[in-house]
């Protein structure tokens, strides 16, 4: 059977973000398991199955069951899994050293084997509202991608004047930013810590072509993209479709002021989106509308997410936003929303730029343990409660107001402030024939 580490500790996470930059690391290995500096960094697979057993002296730290029970499916069952910690708990029970208390063991098994079936239920009861909840999505994709059928040019005055206009609706910017911030937790909330695992798993060669969010496996994290995707059309339309020059203005003056608030918020997915819509052609194009608007504050905003150097804005602004959120005094201060689709990614080439097996056939832990700290962040994210007040109507507003598709969005814009040049002239020339026939 394994050993486990001889250190007291056993399992230590916090040696996880020591610094041993100025000097050699200690290398060890203690019964397939492999240390560096008092950090484990791989294991066999029954090694590390070992770390799960508890003893007299010893209870495995709860951030190593989540670390390996997120990950274990890629080598193994989960209910294989305990069916392993159970043999091993029960082997070491019957040949353990005569003076182990029977006792205290007893209840260090029986605590280890109530937290993982705690664990199923959990996720049972949370597949259940998951099932509910993508059902509800399927409903209201359906509903949306019947309102947002391409809208002919004459349908430009008509929505201009509908009620749902997003001034007449609401003329706030702090109270649409919470309204954004209640979407973007709701959605986060069902985004559970298996759909990571499952979305970024390997696939077999002949799935290679596809997307990497794979069918009925990762639909809230395709939901929640596709939420990013729809606020930025939606912004671009609210603000293509005015036909007065100073009423374009308005409205992009109201999403700065919108993204600013969002900034404050610390909802950093809804201000990215803003920011992406702003700067769709259709809007940038725009020049006697952005004339008439103080862009000092949208410079500013775009440097905070500008993408040269990784993000570096960003993730610093992310870093105070959790610190922020480590020390709250209030429930607004907790909110962290980061930029998800920069988080798949920083996952998705993590999972893929280190090997889950080593050359010597152990298991790459120290991969694992960065991916479930990144997943761990995340998942204290979503468990904030939104404290803000709900606004039903602006709310059902940005789920199910209709917007322009890219062509659309063109064409308003050429309509709003004219071609500069015949290459602009012919397309929307091209666009009004080929919008006028749907």
Not at 297 to 323: C, E
Not at 374 to 383: D, G, I, M, P, Y
Not at 393 to 399: A, C, D, F, G, P
Not at 409 to 428: F, I, V, W
């Amino acid at each position: 059977m394994p050993q486990t580490t001889p250190y007291s500790s056993k399992f230590n996470p916090s040696t996880y973000s020591s610094n041993h930059s100025h000097r050699q690391p200690v290398e060890e290995n203690y019964g397939g398991l492999h240390y560096r500096d008092n950090k484990l960094v791989s294991g066999s697979l029954e090694a590390l199955i070992q770390l799960l057993v508890p003893t007299v002296d010893y209870y495995p730290d709860r951030s190593y069951i989540f670390t390996f029970l997120l990950t274990s499916r890629l080598f193994l069952h989960p209910f294989e899994l305990m069916s392993r910690v159970c043999y091993l708990c029960v082997d070491h029970h019957r040949v353990g050293d005569p003076q182990t208390d029977k006792v205290i063991l007893y209840h260090q098994i029986t605590t280890l084997l109530t937290e993982m079936v705690l664990l199923i239920q959990r996720l049972l009861r949370k597949l259940t509202t998951l099932g509910q909840y993508e059902e509800s999505l399927a409903t209201s994709s359906a509903t949306a991608a019947a309102m947002d059928r391409p809208l002919a040019l004459k349908s430009k005055q008509q929505l201009v004047r509908r009620d749902e206009c997003v001034l007449n609706l609401c003329d706030d910017p702090f109270v649409f930013a919470q309204q954004l911030t209640h979407i973007e937790m709701e959605r986060l909330s069902y985004i559970g810590p298996e759909e990571f695992v499952r979305a970024f798993a390997k696939k077999r060669p002949s799935d290679n072509h596809k997307s990497f969010f794979s069918k009925r496996k990762a639909s809230n994290l395709e939901a929640y993209v596709e939420w990013f995707n729809r606020l930025s059309y939606l912004i671009a339309t609210e603000i293509c479709m005015p036909v007065k020059k100073k009423h374009r203005a308005r409205v992009l003056e109201f999403f700065i002021d919108v993204a600013q608030e969002c900034f404050n918020i610390g909802n950093f997915n809804s201000l990215m989106a803003i920011i992406t819509g702003m700067n769709m052609n259709p809007v940038s194009r725009l020049k006697k509308t952005w004339n008439k608007v103080n862009t000092d504050k949208f410079d500013i905003l775009v440097h905070q997410m500008d993408p040269s150097s990784n993000f570096y804005s960003y993730r610093t602004a992310l870093r105070g936003a959790t610190q922020r959120s480590s020390t709250a005094h209030t429930s607004q201060e907790m909110i962290v929303i980061p930029f998800f689709s920069l988080l798949i990614k920083d996952i998705y080439f993590l999972n893929e730029g280190c090997v889950n097996r080593l050359p010597n056939g152990h298991i790459n832990f120290e991969k694992f343990w960065e991916l479930a700290k990144q997943v761990s962040e995340f998942l204290s994210w979503r468990q904030v409660i939104c404290p803000f007040e709900r606004d039903r109507k602006t709310l059902q507003y940005l789920i199910s107001a209709p917007v322009f598709g890219e062509d659309e969005l063109q064409l308003a814009s050429y309509e709003s402030e004219g071609p500069e040049n015949n290459m602009e002239r012919d397309t929307r020339r091209s666009l009004r024939s080929s919008l006028s026939r749907m």
